[in-house]
C-alpha cells in the first residue's frame, strides 16, 4: 500500500511540475527567453513556489515525529493534484496566453524531464535510508523539484541553444537569399517610440504607388524579420519597410545587415527601454546604427531632431542625414513641421514644402503622430512621391490598432485603445486627447484605465509624477492596475491645483473591465493605456 502511495504522490508531482511549468513558460515566453532577466523577474516578484513546499516541508517534519507514511503521501498527492489543477487553469486564463510554438514545446520537454529526474531522485534513494526518515528524504526532493521549476526552464534555453542556432541560421541564410532575388528598396525605422506608427502611415503612403511590404505589428528582431521575409516578400516588391527594434548595442547593425537599408528614419531617442540601457547617450548612439548603415548604401536618414536631446543631436555626423523639426532650434534643419491641430476628426498637419506650406489630414489621434506623420511625408517625398499622391493616400489612413486608436460612439461616448504604448510622452498625449474628445469633459467622464509604465528603470517614480498632474482636471477616473508600482502618479495626481481624479485601485485589467461594466455610463469616453503583459501585472502567488 505505501509503495502504491509513494508512486501515486511522485506521479502528483510531476502532473505539478508540468502545470507550474507551463505556467512559468507564459513568463519566459514574454521576456524572449532571456534567461537571466527571466530569473530576476523570478526573483523581484518571489515567483518561486510556496503552498507546494510548505505543505511538503510540515508533512516532512511530521513523518519525522512519527506521522504515518500513508497519511503523509496521501496528503501530498491530494495537495499536488489540487495544486496541478489550479496552475493548468491559471495558465488558460492568462492575459496573454502561452505560444505553444515549436520551441516552447521543446523548452518545456526537457525543463519537465529535468524535474522529474530530480523528483525521481526520492524515491530512488527511499530504500537507503532509515524507516523513519525515509519519507521526509522524498519529500525533500519533490521540493527542490518543484522549487527549481525556473531554473528547469532557463537550462533547457541552454541545453537547446546549438539546436537553435544551426536553425535559425538555416531560417536567416534562406530570408537572405529571398531578398537578393528580389532587391526591393529598403526604408530602415528606428526610434524609442513611434516608430510602429511611422512606419503605418509611411506603408500606407507608398502602398498607394507601388507594391510596398512592411514587418507587420512591431515585429522588428532578426528572427521576426526573416520570418516576414520568408512569408511574405514576393518578387515585385518594391518598397520594403523595415521596423527595427534596439535591445542593446549592436542590436540595429545585426538588422541592417539582414536587410542593408537604403533610406532611415530616426522616430525619437527617449526614456522608453531605459531599463536595458542607463543611459540616453548609449541609446542614441545605437539607434544611429541605422544611419551608419545607410550610410554605406549612399541613402539617407531622416532624424525628427525635436524628440531627440539637442546634445546628442549636435554630435552626429550631418553628411547623410536630414533634420526634420517642429520646434524652435539652434541646429540648422532641412525639413520643417510648421504646425499641428488635432480636433475630434482627428490630426491635420502643415509642412514646409519646397517655398510653400502643404496640409495634409488625417484620421488618427495624438499630437506626437504630427512628428510620425511629417517624417513619413517627407520620407515619401524623398522617394519622389507627389504631394497630392500623398495627402490622397492620408485621407484614407486607417488608425493604428492599439495606438491610440479612437473609436467615438454616435449617442455619445467612445473608446481610446492605446493598450500597445508605454512612454511617458504618448502617456500624456492620450491623456491629452481623451480631454479633447470629450470636450473637456461636457460631453463625458473621461475614464483612464492603466498598469503605467514599464521599463523605466531609475526614473520610474518621476515619470510617473508627472504623468499623475497631467491627470488633474483632465481625467475625471483613474483605475489604476497594480497600484503598489503607481504611488508616485497617484501623488502626482493629488499634488496640484486642479481637480485630482478619482482613484480606484484594482489588481488586474479583468477587474477594471468588471468596474467599468458595473459602474461605466453610456457617454463615458474611456482610454485603455498600455496593456502589459502578465509579468507585469499579475502578483504570481505559487
Known amino acids: 500500500m505505501l509503495a502504491i502511495l509513494v508512486l501515486l504522490a511522485f506521479l502528483g508531482v510531476a502532473a505539478l511540475s508540468a502545470a507550474r511549468l507551463a505556467l512559468l513558460l507564459i513568463y519566459f515566453q514574454q521576456e524572449e527567453y532571456d534567461g537571466p532577466r527571466f530569473l530576476r523577474w523570478v526573483g523581484a516578484n518571489r515567483a518561486t513556489d510556496i503552498t507546494f513546499s510548505a505543505a511538503a516541508a510540515l508533512m516532512a ?54 524535474a522529474v529526474v530530480v523528483a525521481l531522485l526520492g524515491p530512488a534513494i527511499f530504500a537507503a535510508f532509515p524507516e523513519r526518515w525515509r519519507g521526509p528524504v522524498a519529500l525533500g526532493a ?14 533547457a534555453v541552454s ?6 542556432d544551426r536553425n535559425n541560421a538555416k531560417f536567416v541564410a534562406d530570408a537572405r537569399r529571398i531578398f537578393a532575388e528580389v532587391k526591393p528598396r529598403v526604408i530602415g525605422i528606428t526610434g524609442s517610440y513611434g516608430k510602429t506608427t511611422t512606419k503605418h502611415f ?13 514587418t507587420p505589428g512591431s515585429v522588428n528582431t532578426v528572427l521576426g524579420n526573416t520570418r516576414i521575409i520568408r512569408e511574405r516578400l514576393t518578387p515585385g516588391t518594391q518598397y520594403f519597410i523595415v521596423e527595427m527594434g534596439a535591445y542593446g548595442p549592436g542590436s540595429i547593425a545585426r538588422l541592417c545587415d539582414l536587410t542593408p537599408p537604403h533610406m532611415g528614419l530616426l522616430t525619437a531617442v527617449g526614456w522608453a527601454h531605459y531599463e536595458r540601457f542607463k543611459a540616453i547617450d548609449q541609446v542614441f ?36 542625414l536630414i533634420f526634420v523639426s517642429a520646434g524652435d532650434t539652434t541646429l540648422p534643419v532641412d525639413r520643417r513641421l510648421l504646425g499641428s491641430a488635432i480636433t475630434r476628426e482627428g490630426l491635420e498637419v502643415t509642412l514646409q514644402v519646397g517655398d510653400k506650406p502643404e496640409s495634409f489630414k488625417a484620421g488618427v489621434y495624438g499630437g506626437f503622430q504630427a512628428q510620425n506623420m511629417a517624417l513619413a511625408i517627407f520620407a ?26 479612437v473609436t467615438l460612439h454616435g449617442a455619445g461616448g467612445g473608446l481610446l485603445d492605446d493598450a500597445y504604448n508605454s512612454n511617458p510622452e504618448g502617456f500624456r498625449e492620450a491623456i491629452r486627447t481623451i480631454d479633447i474628445v470629450a470636450d473637456g469633459g461636457k460631453l463625458g467622464r473621461r475614464i483612464v484605465i492603466t498598469p503605467g509604465m514599464v521599463e523605466l528603470g531609475d526614473i520610474h517614480d518621476q515619470k510617473h509624477r508627472e504623468i499623475g498632474e497631467q491627470m488633474q482636471g483632465k481625467v ?9 508600482r503607481l504611488q508616485s502618479l497617484i501623488e502626482g495626481a493629488k499634488a496640484g491645483p486642479s481637480p485630482a481624479p478619482e482613484i480606484v485601485e484594482v489588481a488586474s485589467e ?12 453610456s457617454n463615458d469616453y474611456v482610454l485603455f493605456e498600455n496593456s502589459v503583459p502578465d509579468l507585469y501585472e499579475t502578483k504570481l502567488f505559487l
Open 476 to 484: 475625471d477616473v483613474a483605475l489604476l492596475v497594480r497600484s503598489d
Open 510 to 521: 479583468t477587474e477594471a473591465r468588471a468596474w467599468l461594466a458595473s459602474h461605466g455610463q
Open 142 to 155: 519533490w521540493i527542490v523539484a518543484i522549487q527549481l521549476a525556473p531554473v528547469f526552464l532557463t537550462l
Open 285 to 320: 548612439r545605437t539607434k544611429m546604427e541605422l544611419a551608419d548603415s545607410v550610410k554605406v548604401q549612399g541613402g539617407q536618414t531622416l532624424l525628427s531632431i525635436d524628440s531627440i536631446p539637442a546634445d546628442l543631436v549636435a554630435t552626429a555626423d550631418r553628411s547623410n
Open 202 to 214: 509611411l506603408a500606407h503612403i507608398l502602398s498607394s504607388v507601388a507594391p510596398t511590404l512592411a
Open 159 to 164: 541545453l537547446w541553444q546549438p539546436y537553435e
Open 61 to 114: 517534519a511530521g513523518m519525522a515525529l512519527g506521522v504515518r507514511a500513508e497519511f503523509g503521501f496521501g496528503f501530498i498527492l491530494l495537495a499536488s493534484a489540487v495544486l496541478a489543477v489550479r496552475d493548468w487553469r491559471r495558465q488558460k486564463t492568462a492575459k496573454k496566453k502561452l505560444n505553444w510554438t515549436p520551441r516552447a514545446r521543446r523548452i518545456f520537454t526537457v525543463a519537465l524531464i529535468l
Open 380 to 405: 515619401a517625398l524623398e522617394l519622389g512621391i507627389p504631394v497630392e499622391a500623398i495627402r490622397a493616400a492620408l485621407r484614407t489612413m486607417p488608425q493604428v490598432q492599439h495606438r491610440l486608436n
